[in-house]
């Protein structure tokens, strides 16, 4: 054997062993032992803001509820650290949304090891009758929400089976503040000016349920940039159509959005799609009703103010 190829193997050998380890580093997380920093307790990881925030609802302190969406990241591109590997390999049971949003747990917990974790895919719950979702942002619809709520839920009962009394009432005292909303958004529906345009095409579900139209979408694939005759197309709408909305998102900063708002002197709202954000028990309930104020506020003026926000 030449020097030359003695150092070929020593390479393979070095690489084959700092695999070793990093691949190691990620399966040493089955080992119960690893697990005890969780106290014993029950844990269910989630993936995005919207979920995390409704399942913290259906559990008591005995649970523990943890995202594996790093801080920031946006869930439709995902790369798991360590610390959420080691999260998939102690959790009991895995809520995800589905429709391709999110496949990236996936391979998380495969990463894991976890074959034994019950994974709840809370797409399942979503579609209405006959209905084929391919859109994933279903959660923008306080309708579709409540459904995937009692899914989740019900499926969290039968995983837990010494815990399913406790999930139940806790879903059922937090249940009609989902109820109320639905009810609330469908006030959309009777304002006499319901066209809006979207930054992207996160709003379908919400626009479809409560009676809005979606006018037009900027930039139809997120973070690809519109053409030019896309471009014309949005700003013809707003110049033949003054009464059409223009809105843009909390969390998206996009520059042609605000060069289109400035030449056809338009007023650029902003709605908030939650992908992004902190997962507190309250954020799902309080964004939606901030969108809810804006939307009633741009598109019913007056009649804007919301009804029954307790």
């Known amino acids: 054997m030449n020097n030359g190829t003695a150092s070929l193997f020593r390479i393979v050998g070095v690489c084959a062993v ?19 920093s969780y106290g014993g307790k029950i844990v269910i990881a989630t993936t995005i803001v919207p979920l995390t925030s409704v ?9 523990v509820v943890e995202s594996v969406l790093p801080s920031g990241a946006d869930p439709h591109e995902v790369t ?17 949304l589905g429709l391709g949003l999110d496949t990236w747990v996936d391979k ?3 990463a894991a090891g976890n074959d034994a974790v019950r994974h709840i895919r809370a797409e399942q719950f979503a579609a209405l009758p006959g209905e084929q979702l391919s859109n994933p942002h279903v959660w923008l619809s306080p309708r579709r929400m409540l459904h995937m709520y009692n899914g989740i839920a019900g499926a969290l009962a039968t ?52 009676g809005l139209t979606i006018a037009g979408v900027i930039e139809e694939v997120p973070e690809d940039t519109p053409t030019p ?38 007023t ?38 919301l009804p029954n926000s307790n």
Request: charged fraction near 20%.
């Open 18 to 36: 700092i695999g070793a380890v990093i691949f190691g580093a990620i399966k040493i997380a089955n080992k119960p032992d690893d697990c005890a």
């Open 55 to 63: 399942v913290k609802t259906m559990v008591d302190d005995s649970f």
């Open 80 to 96: 798991l650290s360590p610390r959420e590997i080691h999260t998939l390999a102690c959790a009991q049971a895995v809520v995800s």
């Open 108 to 110: 998380g917990i495969h």
């Open 159 to 210: 995983f837990s089976p010494t815990r399913s009394t406790l999930i139940e009432a806790h879903a059922a005292a937090f249940r009609p503040q989902l109820e109320a909303l639905d009810a609330d958004y469908a006030a959309l529906g009777k304002l006499p000016q319901r066209d809006i345009i979207t930054l992207h095409d996160a709003f379908t579900y919400m626009a479809g349920d409560y």
């Open 229 to 266: 005759q896309q471009v014309a197309h949005i700003i013809s709408i707003l110049s033949t159509h003054p009464r059409v909305a223009l809105f843009g998102e909390t969390d998206v900063s996009a520059a042609i959005i605000t060069v289109i708002a400035q030449d056809t002197g338009r």
């Open 268 to 305: 650029l709202h902003t709605l908030n799609s939650l992908e992004v954000g902190a997962a507190d028990t309250d954020i799902y309930v309080r964004t939606m009703r901030s969108n809810l104020t804006e939307l009633l506020q741009t598109l019913g003026g007056a009649q804007g103010a």
